[in-house]
């Protein structure tokens, strides 16, 4: 190894251990509160008079009535309106809903399009008509029996704001459903429910969440990016208020097993919160010196790169010809592990879950050239793409 190459690797492997750093952090903090006991659940302090499930839909013709007729059974165990918001439908969405019993609203602005401006249109209009709690789950979703009642208790014992389990439909329909599966118990079960466990914010995760009519007179929803979702829980902390964690119920969203619907969907995402960390980084780094502590970990979750890009940086940290940068990066891998591994125990996972991560280094590649199509997602001006849905898959619950 020439003394060029050897200095070339040494600063590139710890650029990568920089880089990665942060979200090895937040990984062990989220890991070992994910796998502690739960706190206890508050006793009640108020009785939610009008609850309403609100479902934003856009061209969903296909599936709304199976997300609606969920919420109807979970009626049975607390009751609820359901609201269906067609947003710039082109399709039956706004029938097929009507059809299946729920009440629709529909919005009609082609040059404000998206599911943040849906939200804001519908929390706007009916927090004038008395609601004092709204619900939200995703068009192609389902929600587990008990939704509705675990929500709403979360809403009675004081929280302003409160999120679910949000797991895959149907992870048993590719390599990748069951791939995604195991990113979501990790990101959507093990690390809210180790915020909760150390008294942090839980987060929302896009689906699956519910939102009190104090807290959006106080934080209105004006998140219109492609991550409304984190966009607006940002907005709650820098204004004081928290999102509980109900662990006891799910909403299970369909994903995208093949073809366009897979990238366009990863892009969205992925691409997003990199937009959100050129944004809102900066601001987040000036408040932590001026008593805003509680702001650090949503720093070390937005710095968090997506899995699979933070195992090849941490590779890169291993591979170094340094000594320390490779005990970081086996360090840092061993993490990636034991929070893998706590996602599959404490989300209820199984063998095929455990085994599926053998196929985990193709997926890591497929990632990976994936960058150029993120890094595009993640421009100002990028516009808000609909998901396809793989529409002839069946669907597992």
């Known amino acids: 190894m020439t003394a060029t190459f050897r200095a070339a690797l040494v600063g590139i492997s710890a650029i990568a251990a920089a880089w990665t750093l942060p979200g090895t952090l937040e990984l062990l903090l ?13 006793a009640p302090q108020r009785i939610l008079r009008r609850l309403l499930c609100v479902i934003p839909a856009h061209n ?18 607390r009751e609820a309106e359901i609201v269906v918001i067609a947003d710039n439908c082109a399709d039956q969405t706004a029938a097929v809903a009507r059809n299946a019993g729920a009440r629709v609203l529909e919005r009609r602005d082609p040059e404000q399009r998206g599911k943040g401006y849906a939200l804001e249109f519908a929390f706007g209009r009916l927090i004038a008509e008395g609601a004092d709690a709204f619900l939200v789950v995703d068009a192609d979703s389902r929600v587990a029996p008990n939704f509705i009642a675990e929500m709403a208790a979360v809403l009675e014992a004081g929280a302003a704001a409160v999120q679910c389990r949000y797991l895959v439909a149907n992870p048993g329909v590719s390599l990748r459903t069951r791939l ?7 990101f959507n079960v093990l690390r809210p429910r180790g915020r909760e ?11 699956g969440f519910g939102l009190a009519a104090h807290t959006l007179e106080k934080m209105p929803y004006r998140a219109t990016s492609v991550v409304e979702d984190l966009e607006y829980h940002l907005g709650l902390i820098a204004v004081g208020m928290d999102v509980r964690f109900a662990d006891q119920t799910a ?7 093949e073809g366009k619907g897979v990238k366009t969907q990863r892009a969205r995402w992925e691409g997003g919160r990199l937009r959100m960390i050129g944004t809102t980084v900066p601001t987040l780094v000036r408040s932590i010196p001026r008593g805003r502590g509680r702001m650090v970990e949503p720093l070390l979750d937005l710095l968090l790169l997506p899995l ?13 010809p340094v000594a320390v940068l490779r005990l970081y990066g086996a360090a840092g891998l061993a993490v990636v592990g034991g929070h893998v591994a ?9 063998w095929r879950d455990a085994a599926v991560l053998a196929w985990a280094p193709f997926y890591v590649l ?6 150029p199509t993120i890094l595009r997602a993640s421009r100002k001006d990028a516009p808000w793409v609909r998901t396809e849905r793989d529409s002839k898959k069946a669907v597992e619950v």
């Open 197 to 207: 466990r150390w008294g942090l914010s839980a987060g929302i995760l896009g689906n």
């Open 180 to 186: 995604m599966n195991v990113a979501l118990l990790g």
């Open 251 to 257: 909403v299970y969203g369909e994903m995208p097993a």
């Open 342 to 350: 706590a996602a599959i125990a404490v989300g209820g996972g199984g």
């Open 308 to 320: 699979a890009l933070h195992v090849g940086l941490l590779a890169l940290a291993l591979a170094a």
């Open 366 to 371: 497929w990632k990976i050239c994936m960058l």
């Open 60 to 77: 969903e013709a296909h599936g709304i009535a199976r997300c609606v007729e969920s919420l109807r059974a979970a009626v049975s165990m």
């Open 30 to 42: 989220v890991t070992i509160g994910g796998i502690l006991r739960p706190r206890p659940t508050p």
